[in-house]
Each structure stands twice: as structure tokens, then as C-alpha cells.
């Protein structure tokens, strides 16, 4: 019986480890939160266009007033889910700076497709216009090329994940008879900074910013999560972007007098 138990549990943990989801993509569609509406703004005469956003996930390394995050988020991937298969460890972890890029797997996710300058272009843009803060709402390829009143830019300093597979100090030998009976396979965490800019395109000047800082985890089990080990980084941008929105609905009616 104890080897057919053995036997059982190294079975899982080998399925769970080579069975997982193949891609995952960043969707905004899949957020949970409805998008910030402004009903007050009835008649908006402002016109704004989404440029890509700019990937500064590297200037942590070089800019003192990110000295911390640079300190806690060092460059590239670090750890193993091998860990897990040591004795008295509780788990094997994975930690990615750029998910997108990176050549390991996931809890239960084997690649994130992720384009960070324009998906979450596209991402406020969408926000944009169902916020109804601007009269017209357009996309475009930079902001020299922009024909419209504000310019919307974004500037990414952190796009971090950090992963778990439980072992329970049991080792993945044994740990997948708990996996079996309920208890949680692992955790994963999604970490989302961006600040967002507002620019008047006649004089370039930023004249409105706000300063995103989200991170949310989400909990797998073998019966439910796979594959959801970065589904939480959309309801970030989304939480970013309604948090923003209404800061500039306060803001806006003095910037268009």
C-alpha cells in the first residue's frame, strides 16, 4: 500500500509538472472591474491620443529613487520549481522581472504573450473612451504624429511575477496526495507599476500624472486556476486606469480653461 501511495503521488506531481497551460495572453476584456464612466462630463470639447507606452522596466537599475524596487526585483529570473523536490523545503519558487521574455515555466503556464508597450496602450485606450472625459478618443504611433489636444503616455518601471509550487517540506514525492484532497498547488503573483502622463501636444509639457503601484496573487489547484498564473496583470491595468481617470476627472475641467 505505502508503494502504490508513492507511486500515485509522484504520478500527479509529474503530470502536474509537465501537464499545464501552453500560452496565455494579456487580455483586458477578461477584467473583472466594470471601466470608470463620467456621466458629468456630458459634453467633453477635448480631443486625446494613446502613443505606446514606454518599457522603463530597466531603469531601476541606474535611477537612486528606484533603489528599492531594483533591490527587491533583481534583473532576470531567479529560483526553481526543483526546489520542491528537496526535503524540508516548502516549496519551489520562480521570480520573472519580464514574464514575457522569460524562458521558464510557470506555476501551471508554460509562455505569457505580452506586448507591454502596446497592450496596455491599447488598454487605456479603450478606458479612454469609455470613460467619456474626452470628446474623441484616438490611437497613434508617437507623439509627433499625434492630431490631437493631450497626448495619454504611460511609463512601465514593473511588470514582476513571482510563482510558488507548494511542497509542503514533503517534497513533490508526497505533496501531491494533499493536492489531491484540496489543499492549494501554488500561488502566483502579479505586480503592475505604471505612471501615466498627460501632454499638452502644442508645448509638450506633461501637465497631469498619476503614479500606479497594483500587485494582486492568485491561488491554484489542480482542479482550478491552470493556466491563471498571470490573468491578474488586465485587472491591474484596469484598476490603474479607473484609479487614474478619476484623478484627471478632478483635474481636467482647469487644464481645459
Not at 509522484?10 to 473583472?32: G, K, M, P
Not at 505606446?52 to 534583473?75: C, E, G, M, N, V
Request: net charge neutral; charged share 20%; with cysteine.
Amino acid at each position: 500500500m505505502k508503494t502504490q501511495i508513492t507511486i500515485f503521488a509522484a504520478a500527479v506531481a509529474a503530470s502536474v509538472l509537465t501537464a499545464c497551460a501552453n500560452l496565455a495572453t494579456f487580455d483586458y476584456d477578461t477584467a473583472a472591474s466594470p471601466m470608470a464612466v463620467f456621466p458629468e462630463f456630458s459634453a467633453p470639447k477635448k480631443t486625446v491620443a494613446v502613443v505606446p507606452f514606454l518599457d522603463q522596466r530597466d531603469t531601476k537599475y541606474y535611477d537612486a529613487t528606484q533603489s528599492k524596487q531594483a533591490a527587491a526585483h533583481p534583473a532576470g529570473d531567479h529560483g526553481s520549481f526543483l526546489y520542491g523536490f528537496i526535503p524540508l523545503m516548502p516549496a519551489g519558487f520562480v521570480e520573472k522581472e519580464k514574464p514575457e521574455l522569460s524562458d521558464s515555466r510557470f506555476v501551471s503556464l508554460k509562455h505569457f504573450q505580452f506586448d507591454v508597450s502596446n497592450d496596455l496602450a491599447d488598454a487605456a485606450f479603450a478606458s479612454l473612451k469609455q470613460s467619456g472625459l474626452f470628446s474623441n478618443v484616438t490611437k497613434a504611433n508617437s507623439v509627433e504624429s499625434a492630431n490631437a489636444d493631450y497626448i495619454w503616455r504611460g511609463k512601465v518601471t514593473n511588470t514582476y511575477y513571482g510563482g510558488n509550487m507548494y511542497s509542503y517540506c514533503l517534497t513533490y514525492l508526497v505533496s501531491p496526495v494533499f493536492w489531491v484532497l484540496g489543499a492549494p498547488s501554488g500561488t502566483s503573483q502579479n505586480q503592475l507599476y505604471v505612471k501615466y502622463e498627460l501632454i499638452d501636444r502644442k508645448t509638450g509639457d506633461v501637465v497631469w500624472n498619476y503614479d500606479f503601484r497594483g500587485h494582486d496573487y492568485i491561488t491554484h489547484w489542480i482542479y482550478a486556476r491552470i493556466g491563471k498564473d498571470v490573468s491578474l496583470y488586465p485587472e491591474l491595468m484596469r484598476q490603474g486606469m479607473n484609479k487614474a481617470l478619476w484623478e484627471l476627472s478632478i483635474k481636467l475641467p482647469t487644464l481645459n480653461k
